[in-house]
Nanobody, 120 residues
Framework: QVQLVESGGGLVQAGGSLRLSCAAS????????MAWHRQAPGKQRELVAN???????NYADSVKDRFTISRDNAKNTVYLQMNSLKPEDTAVYYC??????????????WGQGTQVTVSS
């Protein structure tokens, strides 16, 4: 009922920037939460940043002042601007949304993941 399409991953040198996008579509009445998570090899998935319907944002300490999460409500899209990238930011990045559907159900949907690799 909810589809997510991620884009923007890739290979970048340390200190560089990337911008991830995630567009949600389907039977959506309201998007309550949009978030980015990441999972590095051999590590657990962790929350990178989220933004709730009121525009409040939260960030992992490791990315504060370097990453910025934003959303375009008209396009049901969430972005993650990543600056000053470090090799330790290398991971698969996953988009997550929590939505209210046209059937008034609350759904938690995840994207397929996009690889971000930062070379030293």
């Amino acid at each position: 009922q909810v589809q997510l399409v991620e884009s923007g991953g890739g290979l970048v040198q340390a200190g560089g920037s990337l911008r991830l996008s995630c567009a949600a579509s389907g039977s959506i009445v309201r998007i309550n939460v949009m978030a980015w998570h990441r999972q590095a090899p051999g590590k657990q998935r962790e929350l990178v940043a989220n933004i709730i319907s009121g525009g409040v944002t939260n960030y992992a300490d490791s990315v504060k002042d370097r990453f910025t999460i934003s959303r375009d409500n008209a396009k049901n899209t969430v972005y993650l601007q990543m600056n000053s990238l470090k090799p330790e930011d290398t991971a698969v990045y996953y988009c997550q949304v929590v939505v209210t559907t046209t059937r008034m159900l609350t759904l938690d949907a995840w994207g397929q993941g996009t690889q971000v690799t930062v070379s030293s």
